[in-house]
């Protein structure tokens, strides 16, 4: 009996006893789809945030506030109590993009507002507008790109006027997707009347976070409007060669230390982070996720195992007058054990097929509502075939084994 005589009889086998290998399969399914489904939107969730952090480049250095636990009082018990560094203050952004010395571009920015609404004529917003003050750079160090228009000036980041460049989802609301028409036109957001001057390409969502529904406005203009004396300002720095970040780094270490006037021997209130380690950290902290997922699936399918050795052992009880006519016409012992192994390899790979299907579509779904986009995971897929063989193996082996060790006499008496 060759190989392909072999799979047509298992087919015909697993047709035959179709409700009982489709709930084997059905358990199957359902710990494959655990396993890949979380896989994937575990991959589809750090692949959005690489795509969303390489659009600045891995050449990207961001300096930010350090949080300290401080010993808790009398009041708090003993439990420490979170408590960031000072934030850093206009001049101190001004003064460290003075004194950077490495070849970099650098952009100060501040969070102005998060919930403004954009009114043009009768047309308005959401009220969930972001505003944000920026210099010239801001554009080219966070990778967003003008369509239409132009940008903010240096002089005109520093010394303030009522411009702004838009985002897409605000050309959206108010001109009807046309950038062009934006061009000149003033629009109101909260206590400011803003002269449009440019208008950004879309750059999408990261997990859920929309990166279309903002104000870029002169950094003087945002400090003067939304400013106060606890107003953190971000600095971004931009390197155009990512073989020099380690030494960008140190630099900014020390011109930050500098700039924060911190003496020899005390600590950095500051933290120099570069966006591709904060992937790296990313990816870290998903190991024990991986790990729960791959034993969450696991135990799913050695239920399901047990389940498909149960059903094969009936099978080869129902079907032992079947295995002494074959014996009794020429087919020998590896011939019957390869029939019942391809048949439990072929009931998981069913289930297996499903479960990918059903794993790729609910991983997907959810990383599509947290703002990721669609992916292949081949890898998982890949994996989860490779189990669906090892436990169709380990099920079938032994009803496998047990067929091929009938004696074909006493099978053809056996009713």
Not at 183 to 197: Q, T
Not at 236 to 259: K, Q, S
């Amino acid at each position: 009996m060759g190989l392909l005589e072999n799979f047509r009889v298992a087919l015909r086998s697993v047709n035959a006893n179709l409700l009982r290998a489709l709930l084997t399969t059905l358990i199957i399914a359902v710990g494959i789809m655990a396993l890949v489904g979380i896989l994937t939107a575990i991959d589809v969730a750090i692949y959005s945030l690489s795509s969303n952090l390489s659009s600045l480049g891995a050449n990207t250095i961001e300096i930010e506030r350090v949080s300290t636990t401080v010993s808790g009082g009398r009041r708090q018990g003993r439990r420490g109590v979170k408590k960031r560094s000072d934030p850093f203050t206009y001049d101190q952004a001004m003064e460290f993009k003075e004194r950077y010395q490495y070849p970099a571009e650098i952009s100060v920015s501040n969070f102005a507002t998060g919930a403004t609404v954009v009114k043009y004529g009768e047309e308005e917003t959401n009220p969930n507008v972001s505003v944000f003050g920026a210099t010239s750079n801001y554009l080219d160090t966070k990778g967003y790109e003008i369509e239409a228009g132009r940008n903010i000036t240096e002089k005109e980041a520093l010394e303030g006027g009522n411009l702004v460049v838009i985002a897409s989802d605000l050309v959206d609301a108010l001109f009807d997707g046309k950038p062009q028409e934006a061009i000149g036109k003033e629009i109101s957001a909260g206590p400011l009347r803003l002269s449009v001057i440019g208008a950004l390409k879309s750059r999408g969502s990261s997990m859920n976070a929309s990166q279309d529904r903002r104000l870029i406005i002169p950094l003087q203009t945002a400090k003067r409007y939304y400013g106060s004396s606890r107003t953190n300002y971000d600095i971004l720095i931009a390197i155009p060669d990512p073989t020099g970040v380690d030494a960008a780094m140190g630099e900014a270490t020390l011109t930050m230390r500098g700039v924060r006037r911190l003496k020899a021997g005390e600590e950095n209130d500051f933290e120099v982070k570069n966006s591709s380690d904060l992937v790296s950290i990313i990816k870290e902290n998903t190991v024990t996720l991986r790990s729960a997922a791959l034993g969450i699936g696991l135990i799913t399918l050695l239920g399901a195992a047990i389940g498909l050795m149960n059903i094969m052992l009936v099978s080869v009880t129902e079907r032992t007058r079947e295995i002494g006519v074959r014996k009794a016409l020429g087919a020998t012992k590896r011939n019957v054990l390869l029939q019942f192994l391809i048949e439990a390899i072929l009931i998981c790979q069913i289930g297996g097929v499903l479960g990918i299907i059903l794993g790729v579509a609910a991983g997907n779904v959810i990383a599509l509502v947290l703002g990721g986009s669609f992916i292949v995971p081949w890898v998982w897929i890949g994996l989860a075939l490779v189990t669906c063989t090892i436990v169709g193996l380990m099920a079938g082996l032994y009803p496998a084994m047990r067929a091929a060790a009938l004696d074909p006499i006493e099978s053809l008496r056996y009713e």
